[in-house]
């Protein structure tokens, strides 16, 4: 059986959590069992209020169905986000997660797609809810470190979710240095930086996972103003076209303008060079336009610089008034829908023109 339909077996799991949390009461000051159905649609009070400094973990377990019908759904990676009070919302990086409170108040949990925001308080338009599916979370409150309250569970749990956790924080690494994520697509891991075995670069390894990461820049755009990179891609997580929603897996850089709206450059499996086509996700499909610069496998597996002269791109592929300046630059890779594998390294990534070079990083 496919693992997105594994994942509703919500009863047994819960309950083993719930036996798991018995065994060693004296780790964690409150803990919760939540489960969040889709169809609910809103933000739901754990009953848990922190105070700022408490490590908290969540160990969650299910999916959201986009398309049951064709078996295309989300894990927790995508779909669970928490917010302290009124905000701001953020995402688990991984089915487990822990986090440190950044504030004192109620936690708050929802299931809801990455990228379907309308602001960072958490609102949402009703339309974006999915219809099918659930997550069940426990929610830990550590009386001391997270490290070892897990330590202290981890011989009584049989869902595997804490001896998860541990693997995952022993081997997380730290964001590539001056990038974050996009706040409305949230966490991710797929990210980091690496400086052994060849130039520096930014290293993405993406698998039934999505993440955007952001460089903010403040730079006047002018006609001979271009985006040059060079990267190294060694697989594609879509062997179809990536211009329809339940194919959209694919790799880019972009860049995003001052008026909301974003460019991005990706490497199709199959549409021809130079093909634009707007995002064909909702609310995406009012901001963000692709440009396809490369397509196919052939060039794959080498090391290839790219130059593209973002005026020009932007009146051919989206015309209207162009914008003035260039606010950030952005890493995208998402393979949710096909549940593939995306490999990809950055490195010299800069904003040129006639006044000079805006380095991006990492650089040789």
């Known amino acids: 059986m496919d693992p997105a339909r594994q994942a509703e077996d919500h009863e047994d799991v819960e309950a083993r959590l719930t036996l798991m949390l018995e065994t060693a009461p004296d780790a964690f000051s409150a803990s919760a069992i939540v489960r969040l159905l889709a169809s609910e649609g809103e933000w739901r009070a754990t009953g848990i209020d922190l105070l700022e400094g408490q490590e908290v973990s969540l160990l969650s377990h299910g999916v959201l169905w986009i398309a049951r019908e064709a078996n295309i759904g989300v894990k927790p990676n995508l779909a669970l986000w928490y917010r302290i009070g009124d905000g701001p919302i953020a995402k688990v990086a991984a089915a487990t997660f822990s986090f440190m409170a950044e504030r004192s108040g109620p936690l708050f949990?929802?299931?809801?797609?990455s990228g379907q925001w309308l602001d960072e308080n958490g609102a949402f338009d009703p339309a974006s809810v999915l219809p099918e599916g659930a997550l069940s979370v426990a929610v830990i409150v550590w009386n001391g470190s997270g490290a070892e309250g897990l330590a202290a569970l981890s011989e009584h749990d049989t869902t595997?979710?804490?001896?998860?956790?541990?693997?995952?924080?022993a081997t997380e690494r730290p964001m590539p240095t001056?990038?974050?994520?996009?706040?409305?697509?949230?966490?991710?891991?797929?990210?980091?930086?690496?400086?052994?075995?060849g130039p520096p670069r930014i290293t993405c390894r993406c698998r039934a996972d999505a993440g955007i990461l952001k460089y903010p820049t403040d730079v006047a755009l002018n006609a001979d103003t271009e985006l040059v990179w060079s990267w190294l891609v060694e697989a594609l997580p879509s062997v179809v076209a990536e211009d329809q929603a339940i194919t959209h897996d694919y790799l880019s850089i972009a860049v995003e303008f001052d008026n909301g709206r974003d460019l991005t450059y990706l490497w199709s499996s199959c549409l021809p060079v130079e093909t634009s086509f707007p995002c064909p996700l909702p609310w995406w499909d009012k901001h963000e336009t692709h440009i396809v610069v490369r397509s196919g496998t052939k060039d794959l597996h080498r090391w290839i610089e790219e130059s593209r002269p973002i005026l020009s791109d932007y009146r051919k592929a989206v015309g209207g008034e162009a914008p003035a300046r260039i606010v950030g630059v952005w890493l995208i890779a998402l393979s949710p829908f096909q549940r593939g594998t995306g490999i990809c390294d950055y490195t010299n990534i800069r904003i040129q023109d006639s006044a000079g070079d805006v380095l991006i990083g990492p650089h040789a």
């Open 178 to 197: 001056g990038w974050s994520p996009l706040w409305r697509v949230g966490r991710t891991s797929m990210f980091c930086e690496e400086s052994t075995d």
């Open 160 to 169: 595997a979710l804490v001896s998860a956790e541990q693997d995952r924080l």
């Open 109 to 113: 949990l929802i299931n809801h797609l």
